[in-house]
């Protein structure tokens, strides 16, 4: 008996793209939400390396999903993070006029936004970084959210 072959390749591969969306934009959401969440009311303020308490909820409600995913060919690409003008400095912390280096508004400039700024003296404002650690906690459920979205199956939370 031959053995034959029926090919699926271009309809596996759109299957994928589209698992792919979905599964991205699970995880663009899922970030969100972590990054948003579990933030102390103002006062007190946080501690350095806590999450920052929220005074207004501004920073908070600038945390969104800028570009949802999108495939182009077979890359599927998305953009989430906070639209403060003041989130870097939350994130990543400060430098203060007597380093020598770059203040985050600069290092913004240049393109080194996630440069960590040295230790000072006197003390700058630490980090209290959210949308890492969001991202730290939702990017490693992308490939089972892809998976389960492939064979049709709930997505991972």
Known sequence: ???????KGPEVRA?????SVVGV??????AVRLSRADH?????????GERYANRTGFLTLSTDI??????VGPR????????????????????TEESDFPTA???AQEGEMWSIPPPSTPPQMAARPTLRVAQDEAIPLLAARVGAAYRAEELVE
């Open 105 to 107: 508004d600069e290092r």
């Open 66 to 71: 800028f570009e949802p995913a999108l495939a």
């Open 40 to 48: 102390p009311v103002y006062p007190p303020a946080s501690e350095p």
């Open 25 to 30: 934009d699970a995880t663009l959401a899922h």
């Open 1 to 7: 008996m031959p053995f034959t072959l029926d090919w």
């Open 76 to 95: 599927v690409s998305g953009r989430w993070g906070a639209s403060a003008d003041y989130a870097l400095y939350v994130e990543i912390g400060t430098s």
């Open 15 to 19: 299957k994928v793209v589209e698992a």
